[in-house]
């Protein structure tokens, strides 16, 4: 699941020219796969630095930087809407799935910019809520999960269209559009889903919003059902509508 979740950022690291010996800032680091992914591509002489508000989130980073026998990572719990002055200037910020949470994606990225260093570039990757505007009657079910979670996203405060809106968030802050894409994230029976594993993820917040109930999610017998569904429907999901964008920073 890891390989479906991260590919697509992974190429938009490499695509954006991230290179070896350059300092990169991971905004809303959560867990701290992809600083890890910066630190394999920067080298022994660059250095990641993740950001992230939840220090459960962190813990799990730090062990896994630990396990992982990573030296070029550090991690600081902060808002990213309100980081310390201290914390230097880096030649990237990224971030994915960030600035859909954030009250005002403008904002956040207007205060970025001075952590980030001249011709510095900053690299989002976001998702948009279109994916479940298609057709989805031989996948009823995936497209049932899909919309509670996207429902749940939306009564949270996040913005379920920012990805289409990346394009003029960044032209607007003065930044250049050095690289736009979007892709289809497809998941096939034989590619496996991670589907499940974000609703059982998410489940408690669902039922928090009461988009769903726990009797109607049953999160026992999920991950089993979308395999069945998608093995038997013999067709490809549209999990995910990822938007990517390389943007930098010039005088």
């Known amino acids: ?7 697509f950022f992974h190429r938009l690291l490499i695509d954006s020219g991230i290179k070896k010996g350059i300092r990169v800032l991971d905004v809303g680091c959560g867990a701290g796969d992809l600083s890890i992914m910066a630190a394999e591509l920067v080298g022994g002489s660059g250095e990641v ?3 992230d508000i939840s220090q459960d989130a962190l813990a799990a980073a730090k062990k896994l930087i630990v396990e992982k026998c990573i030296s070029n990572v550090r991690f600081i719990q902060a ?3 309100k980081l310390p002055n201290n914390i230097g200037v880096f030649d990237v910020i990224m971030g994915r799935r960030v600035l859909m949470y954030q009250s005002n994606a403008s904002q956040t990225i207007e205060g970025l910019l001075p952590f980030l260093s001249e011709n510095g570039k900053m ?6 809520r279109m994916a479940d505007s ?6 009823p079910l995936h497209s049932k999960i899909q919309n509670w979670i996207w429902d749940t996203v939306e009564k949270e405060g996040g913005n379920s269209h920012i990805g289409m809106q990346l394009y003029s968030e960044m032209k607007n802050a003065g930044l250049k559009i050095s690289l736009l894409r979007a892709e289809a994230i497809l998941h096939t029976y034989e590619s496996g889903s991670d589907l499940g594993w974000a609703a059982k993820m998410m489940a408690s917040r669902m039922i928090e919003h009461n988009v769903v109930t726990a009797e109607e999610l049953n999160v026992e017998t999920l991950e089993y059902r979308l395999m069945n569904e998608l093995k038997n429907s013999n067709i490809p999901f ?3 509508i990822a938007f990517g964008i390389c943007a930098e ?3």
Not at 123 to 128: A, R, V, Y
């Open 238 to 240: 549209i999990r995910d």
């Open 1 to 7: 699941m890891d390989i479906l979740r991260n590919e």
């Open 134 to 139: 298609f057709n989805f009657s031989m996948l």
């Open 49 to 51: 630095t993740g950001v």
């Open 123 to 128: 690299i989002f990757q976001e998702s948009e």
């Open 249 to 251: 920073k010039h005088k």
């Open 79 to 81: 808002d990213i809407a």
